[in-house]
Protein backbone atom coordinates (compact mmCIF):
# COMPACT_ATOMS: atom_id res chain seq x y z
CA UNK A 1 0.00 0.00 0.00
CA UNK A 2 1.11 3.62 -1.11
CA UNK A 3 1.63 6.60 0.89
CA UNK A 4 -1.87 7.94 -1.42
CA UNK A 5 -3.74 4.95 0.17
CA UNK A 6 -2.15 5.07 3.52
CA UNK A 7 -3.28 8.97 3.84
CA UNK A 8 -6.88 7.53 2.14
CA UNK A 9 -6.90 5.76 5.27
CA UNK A 10 -5.90 7.78 8.18
CA UNK A 11 -7.95 10.27 6.67
CA UNK A 12 -11.19 7.89 6.78
CA UNK A 13 -10.22 6.24 10.34
CA UNK A 14 -8.75 9.43 12.22
CA UNK A 15 -12.24 10.66 12.88
CA UNK A 16 -13.28 15.04 12.19
CA UNK A 17 -10.29 16.13 14.21
CA UNK A 18 -7.59 14.48 11.39
CA UNK A 19 -9.83 15.11 9.25
CA UNK A 20 -10.23 18.93 9.27
CA UNK A 21 -6.11 18.99 9.90
CA UNK A 22 -6.01 17.17 6.59
CA UNK A 23 -8.36 19.78 5.25
CA UNK A 24 -6.30 23.04 6.47
CA UNK A 25 -2.70 21.09 5.36
CA UNK A 26 -4.45 20.37 1.74
CA UNK A 27 -5.60 23.75 1.13
CA UNK A 28 -2.36 25.43 2.66
CA UNK A 29 0.24 23.55 0.98
CA UNK A 30 -0.27 24.48 -2.92
CA UNK A 31 -0.86 28.02 -1.88
CA UNK A 32 2.18 27.97 -0.49
CA UNK A 33 3.34 26.63 -3.80
CA UNK A 34 2.08 28.88 -5.60
CA UNK A 35 3.34 31.72 -3.91
CA UNK A 36 6.96 31.08 -4.65
CA UNK A 37 5.97 30.51 -8.40
CA UNK A 38 3.59 33.20 -8.74
CA UNK A 39 3.02 36.03 -5.96
CA UNK A 40 0.49 38.17 -7.35
CA UNK A 41 -1.23 35.04 -8.56
CA UNK A 42 -1.69 34.06 -5.04
CA UNK A 43 -2.45 37.60 -3.54
CA UNK A 44 -5.21 37.52 -6.26
CA UNK A 45 -6.66 34.40 -4.69
CA UNK A 46 -6.46 35.13 -1.25
CA UNK A 47 -8.07 38.46 -1.80
CA UNK A 48 -11.27 36.40 -2.89
CA UNK A 49 -10.82 34.29 0.10
CA UNK A 50 -9.74 35.98 3.26
CA UNK A 51 -12.20 37.98 5.17
CA UNK A 52 -11.79 41.93 5.26
CA UNK A 53 -13.23 44.31 8.57
CA UNK A 54 -14.66 46.57 5.67
CA UNK A 55 -18.46 45.69 5.61
CA UNK A 56 -18.52 47.21 1.98
CA UNK A 57 -15.82 44.44 1.30
CA UNK A 58 -17.47 41.28 3.15
CA UNK A 59 -20.67 42.31 1.54
CA UNK A 60 -19.46 41.78 -1.96
CA UNK A 61 -17.61 38.68 -0.64
CA UNK A 62 -19.80 36.55 1.91
CA UNK A 63 -18.40 33.12 1.60
CA UNK A 64 -15.15 34.71 2.99
CA UNK A 65 -16.72 34.39 6.24
CA UNK A 66 -16.49 30.93 6.15
CA UNK A 67 -13.06 30.69 3.68
CA UNK A 68 -10.78 32.78 6.00
CA UNK A 69 -10.55 29.87 8.79
CA UNK A 70 -9.28 27.54 6.23
CA UNK A 71 -6.17 29.53 5.31
CA UNK A 72 -2.83 30.21 6.91
CA UNK A 73 -0.12 32.69 6.25
CA UNK A 74 2.76 30.91 6.87
CA UNK A 75 4.57 27.47 7.80
CA UNK A 76 5.26 28.77 11.44
CA UNK A 77 0.95 29.24 11.07
CA UNK A 78 -0.03 26.53 10.00
CA UNK A 79 1.75 24.10 12.22
CA UNK A 80 1.23 26.11 15.82
CA UNK A 81 -2.75 26.06 14.84
CA UNK A 82 -2.79 22.14 13.73
CA UNK A 83 -1.26 21.37 16.85
CA UNK A 84 -3.71 23.43 18.53
CA UNK A 85 -6.13 22.34 16.61
CA UNK A 86 -5.53 18.34 17.32
CA UNK A 87 -5.17 19.43 21.32
CA UNK A 88 -8.27 20.95 21.35
CA UNK A 89 -10.14 18.81 19.00
CA UNK A 90 -9.13 15.49 21.23
CA UNK A 91 -10.19 17.39 24.98
CA UNK A 92 -13.41 18.70 23.05
CA UNK A 93 -14.12 14.89 21.88
CA UNK A 94 -13.68 13.32 25.43
CA UNK A 95 -16.74 15.21 26.22
CA UNK A 96 -18.93 15.73 23.09
CA UNK A 97 -19.84 13.82 19.70
CA UNK A 98 -17.54 14.34 16.41
CA UNK A 99 -21.03 16.33 14.64
CA UNK A 100 -20.78 18.92 18.03
CA UNK A 101 -17.46 19.26 17.37
CA UNK A 102 -17.65 19.95 13.64
CA UNK A 103 -20.49 22.42 14.44
CA UNK A 104 -18.64 24.15 17.00
CA UNK A 105 -15.40 24.51 14.72
CA UNK A 106 -17.47 25.92 11.95
CA UNK A 107 -19.99 28.35 13.80
CA UNK A 108 -16.94 29.67 15.84
CA UNK A 109 -15.08 30.48 12.73
CA UNK A 110 -18.35 32.35 11.58
CA UNK A 111 -18.70 34.07 15.04
CA UNK A 112 -15.31 35.24 15.11
CA UNK A 113 -15.49 36.89 11.86
CA UNK A 114 -18.59 38.61 12.73
CA UNK A 115 -16.43 40.01 15.81
CA UNK A 116 -13.82 40.62 13.48
CA UNK A 117 -15.79 42.44 11.35
CA UNK A 118 -17.73 44.54 14.34
CA UNK A 119 -14.34 45.83 15.25
CA UNK A 120 -14.57 48.03 12.73
CA UNK A 121 -17.36 49.98 13.80
CA UNK A 122 -16.28 49.87 17.22
CA UNK A 123 -12.15 50.44 16.90
CA UNK A 124 -12.00 51.32 13.16
CA UNK A 125 -9.68 48.45 12.66
CA UNK A 126 -9.56 48.13 8.67
CA UNK A 127 -7.44 45.05 7.61
CA UNK A 128 -7.80 41.63 6.63
CA UNK A 129 -7.82 38.26 8.81
CA UNK A 130 -6.70 34.61 8.18
CA UNK A 131 -6.84 31.43 10.20
CA UNK A 132 -8.34 28.83 11.83
CA UNK A 133 -7.53 30.29 15.02
CA UNK A 134 -10.83 31.70 16.56
CA UNK A 135 -12.42 28.13 15.79
CA UNK A 136 -10.07 26.53 17.18
CA UNK A 137 -10.48 29.29 20.57
CA UNK A 138 -13.99 28.20 20.23
CA UNK A 139 -13.41 24.58 20.73
CA UNK A 140 -10.72 24.84 23.41
CA UNK A 141 -12.56 27.52 25.50
CA UNK A 142 -15.80 25.12 25.16
CA UNK A 143 -14.06 22.32 26.16
CA UNK A 144 -12.89 24.60 29.44
CA UNK A 145 -16.07 26.08 30.36
CA UNK A 146 -18.09 22.32 30.51
CA UNK A 147 -15.29 21.01 32.64
CA UNK A 148 -13.03 23.59 34.22
CA UNK A 149 -11.36 21.32 36.59
CA UNK A 150 -10.53 18.42 34.43
CA UNK A 151 -6.46 17.38 34.91
CA UNK A 152 -4.23 17.52 32.09
CA UNK A 153 -0.20 16.64 32.39
CA UNK A 154 2.26 19.37 30.38
CA UNK A 155 5.76 18.20 29.32
CA UNK A 156 8.02 20.35 31.52
CA UNK A 157 4.74 21.53 33.66
CA UNK A 158 3.60 18.74 35.13
CA UNK A 159 -0.55 18.55 35.68
CA UNK A 160 -2.81 21.67 35.26
CA UNK A 161 -6.35 21.92 35.50
CA UNK A 162 -7.87 22.87 31.93
CA UNK A 163 -9.36 26.58 32.98
CA UNK A 164 -5.49 27.66 33.75
CA UNK A 165 -4.58 26.31 30.34
CA UNK A 166 -7.59 28.33 28.91
CA UNK A 167 -7.23 31.52 30.85
CA UNK A 168 -3.60 32.12 29.76
CA UNK A 169 -4.74 31.84 26.20
CA UNK A 170 -7.39 34.36 26.85
CA UNK A 171 -4.64 36.65 28.92
CA UNK A 172 -2.60 36.53 25.76
CA UNK A 173 -4.41 37.90 23.81
CA UNK A 174 -5.91 40.79 25.53
CA UNK A 175 -2.38 41.86 26.25
CA UNK A 176 -1.79 41.79 22.64
CA UNK A 177 -4.86 44.08 21.66
CA UNK A 178 -2.87 47.14 21.04
CA UNK A 179 -0.63 45.13 18.94
CA UNK A 180 -0.54 45.30 15.11
CA UNK A 181 -2.46 42.39 14.92
CA UNK A 182 -5.52 43.74 16.79
CA UNK A 183 -8.26 42.51 14.56
CA UNK A 184 -6.70 38.84 14.82
CA UNK A 185 -6.61 38.89 18.23
CA UNK A 186 -10.12 40.47 18.29
CA UNK A 187 -11.08 37.11 16.52
CA UNK A 188 -9.40 34.56 18.94
CA UNK A 189 -11.43 36.71 21.89
CA UNK A 190 -15.06 36.29 19.49
CA UNK A 191 -14.09 32.61 19.46
CA UNK A 192 -13.72 32.15 22.71
CA UNK A 193 -16.84 33.66 23.45
CA UNK A 194 -19.07 31.78 21.27
CA UNK A 195 -17.23 28.40 22.85
CA UNK A 196 -18.52 29.21 25.94
CA UNK A 197 -21.95 30.03 24.74
CA UNK A 198 -22.57 27.08 23.25
CA UNK A 199 -21.82 25.30 26.57
CA UNK A 200 -23.94 27.41 28.11
CA UNK A 201 -27.05 27.20 25.70
CA UNK A 202 -26.03 23.31 25.40
CA UNK A 203 -26.76 22.95 29.20
CA UNK A 204 -30.13 24.51 28.85
CA UNK A 205 -31.22 22.22 26.20
CA UNK A 206 -30.51 23.82 22.74
CA UNK A 207 -27.73 22.28 20.49
CA UNK A 208 -26.27 24.84 17.78
CA UNK A 209 -24.02 22.34 16.58
CA UNK A 210 -27.45 20.84 14.74
CA UNK A 211 -27.29 23.95 12.36
CA UNK A 212 -24.89 22.83 11.42
CA UNK A 213 -25.53 18.77 10.86
CA UNK A 214 -28.62 19.95 9.53
CA UNK A 215 -27.06 22.22 6.72
CA UNK A 216 -24.63 19.64 5.95
CA UNK A 217 -27.32 16.94 5.81
CA UNK A 218 -29.94 18.96 3.60
CA UNK A 219 -26.69 19.14 0.91
CA UNK A 220 -25.71 16.08 1.48
CA UNK A 221 -29.26 14.64 0.30
CA UNK A 222 -29.60 16.86 -2.24
CA UNK A 223 -26.51 15.46 -4.18
CA UNK A 224 -27.25 11.81 -3.19
CA UNK A 225 -28.72 9.82 -6.53
CA UNK A 226 -32.17 8.74 -6.13
CA UNK A 227 -32.60 5.46 -6.46
CA UNK A 228 -35.55 4.24 -8.21
CA UNK A 229 -37.77 1.46 -7.11
CA UNK A 230 -36.69 -2.16 -9.05
CA UNK A 231 -38.94 -4.64 -10.71
CA UNK A 232 -39.38 -7.32 -8.33
CA UNK A 233 -39.80 -10.57 -9.94
CA UNK A 234 -41.24 -13.19 -7.58
CA UNK A 235 -40.40 -17.09 -8.69
CA UNK A 236 -41.50 -19.98 -6.53
CA UNK A 237 -39.81 -23.12 -7.24
CA UNK A 238 -40.48 -26.02 -4.30
CA UNK A 239 -38.54 -29.07 -6.05
CA UNK A 240 -35.34 -26.63 -6.26
CA UNK A 241 -33.17 -27.24 -2.94
CA UNK A 242 -32.28 -23.48 -1.13
CA UNK A 243 -28.58 -22.59 -2.33
CA UNK A 244 -25.81 -22.42 0.49
CA UNK A 245 -25.52 -19.53 2.40
CA UNK A 246 -24.39 -20.70 5.57
CA UNK A 247 -20.53 -20.25 4.25
CA UNK A 248 -21.41 -17.04 3.05
CA UNK A 249 -22.17 -16.03 6.16
CA UNK A 250 -19.89 -17.15 8.12
CA UNK A 251 -16.99 -16.10 5.74
CA UNK A 252 -18.46 -12.58 5.82
CA UNK A 253 -18.81 -12.72 9.78
CA UNK A 254 -15.67 -13.15 9.89
CA UNK A 255 -14.03 -10.68 7.60
CA UNK A 256 -16.46 -8.31 9.60
CA UNK A 257 -15.00 -9.75 13.03
CA UNK A 258 -11.37 -9.16 11.70
CA UNK A 259 -12.25 -5.26 10.64
CA UNK A 260 -13.45 -5.11 14.52
CA UNK A 261 -10.59 -6.10 15.64
CA UNK A 262 -8.18 -4.05 13.39
CA UNK A 263 -10.73 -0.64 14.39
CA UNK A 264 -10.28 -1.73 18.18
CA UNK A 265 -6.49 -1.62 18.05
CA UNK A 266 -6.40 1.92 15.89
CA UNK A 267 -8.75 3.31 18.76
CA UNK A 268 -6.77 1.76 21.25
CA UNK A 269 -2.81 2.18 19.94
CA UNK A 270 -3.26 4.36 16.61
CA UNK A 271 -3.56 3.92 13.25
CA UNK A 272 0.42 3.56 13.12
CA UNK A 273 0.26 0.48 15.24
CA UNK A 274 -1.50 -1.88 12.27
CA UNK A 275 0.94 -4.56 10.40
CA UNK A 276 1.33 -3.78 6.88
CA UNK A 277 -1.02 -6.90 6.44
CA UNK A 278 -3.51 -5.34 8.27
CA UNK A 279 -3.44 -1.61 6.61
CA UNK A 280 -3.46 -3.36 3.21
CA UNK A 281 -6.85 -5.75 4.42
CA UNK A 282 -8.80 -2.64 5.76
CA UNK A 283 -7.94 -0.62 2.81
CA UNK A 284 -9.13 -3.48 0.59
CA UNK A 285 -12.57 -3.79 3.04
CA UNK A 286 -13.10 0.05 2.91
CA UNK A 287 -13.61 -0.13 -1.16
Given at each position: MGIIDDLKMQYKTGGITQQLIFWNIGIAIPLFLL????????????????????????????????????????????????????FA????LTFFTQKQFLGVYILGAIFAGLVFIGSFFLFNVKAPIIGASGAIMAV???????APLYQIRLLLIGTVKLWHIAFVFLILDLIQLPTDNMGGHIAHLGGALFGFAYIKILQNGTD?????????NFFANLFKPRKGTPFKKVHRNVSQPKPKTASKIVVKDKAQQQIDEILDKISQ???????KEEKEFLFKAGK
Open positions: YSFSSDTYLSIMSWLQLTSDPAEFIVKPWTLLTYGFLHVGILHLLFNMIMLNGRLFLIGSATYLSLIVTKIISGYDSLT
